[in-house]
């Protein structure tokens, strides 16, 4: 068999000559061995390039938003500056009524909270769950300021009867630890009664739940649009000549780089009562002067500002994956005998569909997000979810609020991206 | 080459501990806008010239949720904090701001004590107020040519004035107003409005109109949808109404029936690093004639009766501010005085009413 002409042959001698059979580098290293450690150091090296980026990222976006989000289950406003009225809460069941003890603690408690100035963190933290509590606690501490004589429970009822009641008792009871559901509860339109039992708010105060709603919806819509506006456009896009292509490719960019807030502004001026579309409108008759179209300030103006500004997230995605389709597909199907819809419904259509995944779920996903266009916009019926977490973030600094409000949004948008994950796969994502 | 490097060393150390022993400079944190600018022309530069203080402005879109954030991470960039009133009454009770002595404020030219020359609710023990602003009624004279509205009912009355409203899109002010609207007189509006049967009052005299609201947000919207013609009449802050009549010429008036009185404040946060220069720099601005000037540059009211008497005209030398100034005594005559005590307590509760009937059809 060993031929001295066969290449092969000569190739398996030298390697077999050796002592173990491993092949070897020049000063003796298995060459596995060598580059493996070749490799490390190759690995080693990228992983100190990206270190910085990674640090960066830690510092400045998973930690303070690991901090902000810790917040919607932790607030320790009510249990760190009341700890003898914590304490009793500990000892005591639910249902046990206030003794003096518990009485006793809670002077002690405002007491100490209105000298060291903590009490409005107090109060507001129990007005968050039984509005219209706050000043109770921060008069109630002004006064005992001065001093309480025992019995305590009869000198605070003296002092406001507010004291006794049971949905203040069941409030203070929920706030005496710090992890907390509450918050969450509020931001489904739930809330704990006196008994401690979970029920619907009021019908007047519900808000969350149809916002949480009317959120996924328009985005569902507005991504819907996208899709349908950027589609052939981003077609036109991959097919036309370079020439021409760049010039429309200009077109779709130039609103992207152009502010947020003036294309949103810019939408403003279009649309509104006395608008440029409006006027056009009853320049040319269709509609009377007194029956101008209400385009704005409501949902309407959302779906239409918002789509067009999230339209190049839909069209960019699409275009890079049409580029890449060989127009011979296509013309092999028409050659075959399809019809062009169905040569577009069956060849065409079916390899656009990573560009149109990572379209959609980059559309729908910023939609969600949205503040600044729904607020100007979006009127009364317009406004999203985000636009109740920066009210709470900026206006009632209730941040625990917000931040439960931004993790079920956050949670939300995880699910359907498993979903989608599950569904369509995310390898057949394509960003470019 | 060496000795060169250890003198210079030297040289830049012996200077960063002069100018450690040296208070200051300070930052003063403001709404910024067209107030911000004025705060700066009014007091903050003079203040510089005068104490040789570095002193300098920092715009900020919402400074008490920076302060709330700055106190509580111990990194506080700013010594002085312009807020509004609710907000010194949340950040003073969670012990966010520093006390403010009123025995630092200068007495009046007369000798009156500033403790009795500040309005009602211009001096907390927390804050002292910067000016008075106010949430009024602006109209497009253009759009009522056969008679002006004149009272807060008119507001509500589509069929006599016809056209959008535009209002301010949170409870705060909207509430009082349309309570205002329904004929509940003004020293009445905090204790209907503490009752259930008074919101709902309150909410059932705005579903009146609610199809013909435009609500906005931003300050700068109300003068605006008015010179769009998209309203005819809305609520508005007065300084930005003045602003777009004096310098920019529109045709819009005011009605001061059912006025919103409200404060900025000076604030101090808890820890400020130059808290002595900041507490210098809040009696300096609180000098009633300093407080007069402020309304050379816009349209706010000083907090002192001393300093009311002493506003001039506007920096553009002809126009007479008192017509504009919500304190004047013809402007503050039916006017409401927020009451930022209700608003602490109610805030949330109101807000949440306020959004779920918005967003209810």
């Known amino acids: 068999m060993a031929n001295a002409l066969d290449p092969h042959a000569a190739i398996a001698t030298t390697a077999t000559g050796l002592t173990d059979g491993a092949l070897r580098t020049t000063d003796g290293m298995p060459l596995v061995r060598a580059l493996a450690r070749s490799q490390k150091r190759a690995?080693?090296?990228?992983?100190?390039?990206?270190?910085?980026?990674?640090?960066?990222?830690?510092?400045?976006?998973?930690?303070?938003?690991?901090?902000?989000?810790?917040?919607?289950?932790?607030?320790?406003?009510?249990?760190?500056?009341?700890?003898?009225?914590?304490?009793?809460?500990?000892?005591?069941?639910?249902?046990a009524e206030p003794d003096e003890a518990a009485w006793a603690a809670l002077a002690t408690d405002l007491q100490a909270a209105a000298e060291a100035r903590t009490i409005g963190i107090v109060g507001t933290r129990i007005n968050y769950d039984v509005p219209g509590t706050r000043s109770l606690f921060t008069s109630t501490g002004r006064q005992v300021r001065r001093g309480l004589e025992p019995p305590y429970q009869a000198a605070l009822l003296d002092i406001n009867d507010d004291w006794g009641s049971p949905a203040l008792w069941s409030a203070m009871r929920e706030a005496s630890s710090p992890v907390t559901s509450n918050f969450y509860l509020a931001a489904?339109?739930?809330?704990?009664?006196?008994?401690?039992?979970?029920?619907?708010?009021?019908?007047?105060?519900q808000v969350y739940v149809m916002l949480f709603m009317r959120t996924f919806w328009l985005s569902l819509v507005i991504t819907a649009t996208t899709f349908l506006l950027g589609f052939p456009i981003a077609h036109l896009l991959a097919t036309l000549p370079m020439r021409k292509s760049n010039l429309l490719m200009i077109l779709v960019l130039l609103p992207f780089w152009t502010s947020l807030l003036v294309r949103t502004t810019s939408w403003m001026v279009l649309l509104q009562q006395q608008g440029v579309i409006n006027d056009i409108l009853v320049w040319l008759g269709v509609i009377g002067?007194?029956?101008?179209?209400?385009?704005?300030?409501?949902?309407?103006?959302?779906?239409?500002?918002?789509?067009?500004?999230?339209?190049?997230?839909?069209?960019?995605?699409?275009?890079?994956?049409?580029?890449?389709?060989?127009?011979?597909?296509?013309?092999?199907?028409?050659?075959?005998?399809?019809?062009?819809?169905?040569?577009?419904?069956?060849v065409y259509f079916p390899q656009t569909l990573p560009g149109l995944g990572a379209g959609a779920l980059l559309v729908f996903i910023l939609a969600v997000g949205y503040y600044i266009t729904p607020a100007l916009v979006g009127g009364s019926s317009g406004q999203l979810i985000s636009n109740m977490i920066a009210m709470h973030m900026t206006d009632t600094l209730n941040w625990s609020m917000a931040a439960a409000l931004a993790a079920l949004l956050l949670g939300a948008v995880l699910l359907l991206y498993w979903v989608y994950d599950r569904m369509v796969g995310i390898d057949n994502l394509k960003l470019g | 080459m060496t000795r060169r490097l250890i003198a210079g060393t030297a040289l830049a150390l012996m200077s960063g501990v002069a100018a450690q022993a040296q208070e200051g400079p300070i930052n003063i944190t403001t709404y910024g806008g067209a107030f911000g600018a004025a705060v700066n022309e009014a007091f903050v530069k003079p203040f510089t010239a005068e104490k040789g203080i570095q002193a300098t402005m920092v715009d900020n879109d919402n400074p008490p949720a920076t302060l709330k954030a700055q106190v509580e991470a111990g990194n506080i960039t700013s010594d002085v904090f312009d807020v509004e009133q609710s907000d010194v009454l949340r950040l003073c009770d969670e012990g966010l701001i520093e006390p403010i002595d009123p025995a630092i404020l200068p007495a009046s030219a007369d000798g009156t004590p500033a403790a009795e020359d500040y309005l009602p609710q211009a001096l907390h023990e927390c804050a002292t107020a910067i000016m008075v602003w106010s949430t009024v009624i602006a109209y497009n004279t253009e759009a009522f040519p056969d008679g002006a509205p004149t009272s807060v009912a008119d507001f509500f009355e589509t069929e006599k004035f016809p056209g959008k409203r535009g209002i301010i899109k949170r409870p705060k002010y909207v509430m009082e107003f349309a309570l205002l609207g329904d004929g509940v007189p003004a020293d009445q509006v905090y204790d209907v409005l503490s009752t259930p049967e008074g919101v709902d009052r309150a909410f059932a005299k705005l579903d009146s109109i609610k199809d013909e609201v435009v609500w906005w947000e931003a300050g700068a919207q109300a003068p605006q949808l008015l010179a769009d013609k998209e309203v005819t009449m809305t609520l508005a802050y007065n300084?930005?109404?003045?602003?777009?009549?004096?310098?920019?010429?529109?045709?819009?008036?005011?009605?001061?029936?059912?006025?919103?009185?409200?404060?900025?404040?000076?604030?101090?946060?808890m820890g400020a690093p130059n808290k002595e220069v900041a507490m210098d720099f809040i009696a300096f601005a609180s000098d009633p004639t300093r407080q007069a000037d402020l309304s050379k540059y816009i349209a706010y009211g000083p907090p002192r009766e001393s300093a009311s008497a002493s506003v001039g005209t506007y920096k553009d030398g002809t126009t007479e501010?008192?017509?504009?100034?919500?304190?004047?005594?013809?402007?503050?005559?039916?006017?409401?005085?927020?009451?930022?005590?209700?608003?602490?307590?109610h805030d949330s509760e109101l807000t949440e009413r306020f959004n779920s009937w918005l967003a209810g059809s």
């Open chain 2, 321 to 345: 501010m008192a017509p504009y100034l919500p304190t004047t005594p013809e402007n503050a005559e039916r006017a409401l005085v927020n009451d930022a005590g209700f608003w602490a307590d």
């Open chain 2, 239 to 269: 300084g930005r109404i003045f602003d777009a009549i004096v310098d920019e010429g529109k045709p819009f008036a005011f009605v001061w029936d059912g006025a919103n009185l409200d404060m900025d404040y000076w604030v101090v946060p």
């Open chain 1, 43 to 95: 690995r080693r090296r990228a992983f100190l390039l990206v270190l910085p980026l990674l640090a960066f990222i830690l510092i400045t976006f998973v930690v303070p938003i690991g901090q902000m989000l810790q917040r919607s289950f932790y607030n320790d406003g009510f249990s760190a500056h009341m700890p003898q009225l914590s304490q009793w809460f500990d000892d005591n069941p639910r249902g």
């Open chain 1, 289 to 346: 002067g007194s029956q101008r179209l209400q385009m704005i300030y409501n949902q309407t103006g959302t779906i239409i500002a918002m789509t067009h500004i999230l339209l190049p997230f839909m069209i960019l995605p699409l275009y890079s994956v049409m580029r890449t389709i060989n127009p011979s597909y296509v013309r092999a199907a028409r050659s075959l005998g399809a019809t062009s819809w169905t040569a577009f419904r069956r």
């Open chain 1, 188 to 205: 489904v339109d739930r809330t704990r009664a006196d008994d401690g039992s979970i029920a619907p708010v009021e019908e007047r105060q």
